[in-house]
């Protein structure tokens, strides 16, 4: 038999040593840290940090999952920038149309309406909201509507925390889709 034959035979005793049909017997540990690690409580102390605490603050310049930074604070001046600054980063497709749609029917429905024109189900009990076409909105830039949908405006609240950004992209897809008809007239 040869060296390899040996080496195959080897591990595969190796391997098996480790198994067991008994869910009791735990069979040969070679790294037993990984199978019985250490578990700390959020505010116990840790010997193994300098400060000796276990919650540690994240590393300084590090983004939250899903939350990339916007530099566009809120108000007029800074939505008139973002119009002009931000540019759609996705091609208008059917199924980003589609996607669009379905969060505009989820987020903005309840006060715009179905056609945009500020008339949902919500407004007897809310003031109504600007008509997505009107003519000074029909000439925001994707930028901006995207800083709306972020910031909020007037009583529109902020959608940053319930629309990811990529998704905020989709939906100023589909209010262009509202508008289109109205910028023809």
């Keep these: 038999m040869d060296k390899v034959g040996i080496y195959i035979i080897v591990t595969l005793l190796l391997i098996s040593s480790g198994c067991s049909r008994n869910p009791d017997e735990t069979g040969i540990e070679i790294f037993p840290d990984m199978v019985h690690s250490v578990g700390y409580e959020a505010y116990s102390e840790n010997s193994i940090m300098a400060d000796g605490k276990t919650n540690q603050l994240p590393p300084e310049g590090s ?3 899903n939350k990339l930074p916007f530099p566009y604070g809120k108000g007029e001046a800074e939505a008139k920038r973002a119009g002009q600054e931000l540019v759609n980063p996705f091609a208008e497709t059917k ?3 589609e996607r669009g749609r379905s969060l505009y029917t989820n987020y903005c429905l309840a006060c715009h309406g179905v056609q945009g024109k500020g008339d949902g189900p919500l407004i007897p009990k809310f003031p109504n909201p600007p008509s997505l076409t009107a003519k ?5 830039e994707d930028g901006r509507l995207y800083h709306i949908i972020t910031e909020g405006s007037g009583d ?3 959608h940053k925390e319930q629309i990811n950004s990529k998704d905020r992209w989709f939906l100023v897809q589909y209010v262009n889709y509202i508008q289109e008809t109205y910028r023809k007239k």
């Design 63 to 65: 983004i939250a999952r």
């Design 95 to 97: 199924q980003g149309l």
């Design 136 to 140: 000074r909105l029909l000439k925001y």
């Design 156 to 158: 529109m609240p902020s």
